[in-house]
C-alpha cells in the first residue's frame, strides 16, 4: 500500500522559510516521479514542483522559483520541498504525489497526472 506523508507544516511570516517532508512507503521514490502541489482556499490545486526525469531535472512554478528547492534523500525514501523567502501568496495546503513505476530513461511531459497523493499539510504565511 502505497503511503504518502507529508510533515513541516506551520504558520510563519512573510520571509521566513520552511522545509516539508514527504516521506513515502510502499514506493520507492527514485522510480516514481513525484512532486508537490498546493491548494488554497477558493482555488484550483496546482503543481509547485516536480521532478521531470530520471536524472533529476526540475520544474517549478513561475512564482516558486528562485524560492523554492525539491530535493529527495533515497536512503531515507523521502522528498523535501525547501521553501525559502515565503510570501502572503505562498499559503495553501501543500500535498505531495507521485506516480509510477517508471521505467528506466523517464521523463514527464508535465507536472500532473499524480496517481498517489498524500493528505495535505497546511502551510500559513501572515505577518
Known amino acids: 500500500q502505497v503511503q504518502l506523508v507529508e510533515s513541516g507544516g506551520g504558520s510563519v511570516q512573510p520571509g521566513e522559510s520552511l522545509r516539508l517532508s514527504c516521506a513515502a512507503s510502499?514506493?520507492?521514490?527514485?522510480?516514481?516521479?513525484v512532486g508537490w502541489f498546493r491548494q488554497a482556499p477558493g482555488k484550483e490545486r496546482e503543481a509547485v514542483s516536480c521532478?521531470?526525469?530520471?536524472?533529476?531535472?526540475?520544474f517549478y512554478q513561475d512564482s516558486v522559483k528562485d524560492r523554492f528547492a525539491i530535493s529527495k534523500n533515497t536512503v531515507k525514501n523521502t522528498v523535501y520541498l525547501d521553501m525559502n523567502n515565503l510570501k502572503p501568496e505562498d499559503p495553501a495546503v501543500y500535498y505531495c504525489?507521485?506516480?509510477?513505476?517508471?521505467?528506466?530513461?523517464?521523463?514527464?511531459?508535465?507536472?500532473?497526472?499524480?496517481?498517489?497523493w498524500g493528505k495535505g499539510i497546511l502551510v500559513n504565511v501572515s505577518s
Open positions: 510502499g514506493i520507492t521514490v527514485n522510480h516514481y516521479a
Open positions: 504525489a507521485a506516480m509510477g513505476p517508471l521505467g528506466t530513461g523517464w521523463t514527464l511531459t508535465r507536472c500532473a497526472d499524480m496517481e498517489y
Open positions: 521532478f521531470m526525469r530520471y536524472n533529476g531535472a526540475t
